[in-house]
């Protein structure tokens, strides 16, 4: 079993910063792969990031340049460091972790409760 907790969404303007993080514990296998990923009503879940162990990293189109992933296995947690963020940023953001390599695809095992971002004009 993988627990996650996401923290650190919140309100920002257009244009603003927010570094998400995602607590993770038990179940060291299944934490092989992790990504982020949003939602908003009505739309499916979108893949926003993912890495490895290893570091290597994937991102969506839209948020190439403007969003970091990394992952301080000392700490057992996750980041996303989100940059210019726009109205259309605005979702409720997952962490998920699995021993599967899903990279963009919302196929994880594990998921947190997620942590809400609002961008405003």
């Known amino acids: 079993q993988v627990q996650l907790v996401e923290s650190g969404g919140g309100s920002v303007q257009a244009g603003g910063s927010l570094r998400l993080s995602c607590a993770a514990s038990g179940g060291t296998d299944y934490r092989t792969y992790m990504g982020w990923f949003r939602q908003v009503p009505g739309k499916e879940r979108e893949g926003v990031a993912a890495i490895d162990l290893w570091g290597v990293t994937i991102y969506a189109n839209s948020v190439k340049g403007r969003f970091t992933i990394s992952n301080d296995n000392a700490k057992n947690t996750l980041y996303l460091q989100m940059k210019s963020l726009t109205p259309e940023d605005t979702a409720m953001y997952y962490c998920?972790?699995?021993?599967?390599?899903?990279?963009?695809?919302?196929?994880?095992?594990?998921w947190g409760q997620g942590t809400q971002v609002t961008v405003s004009s």
């Open positions: 998920a972790a699995d021993r599967r390599d899903w990279q963009l695809l919302p196929e994880y095992t594990y």
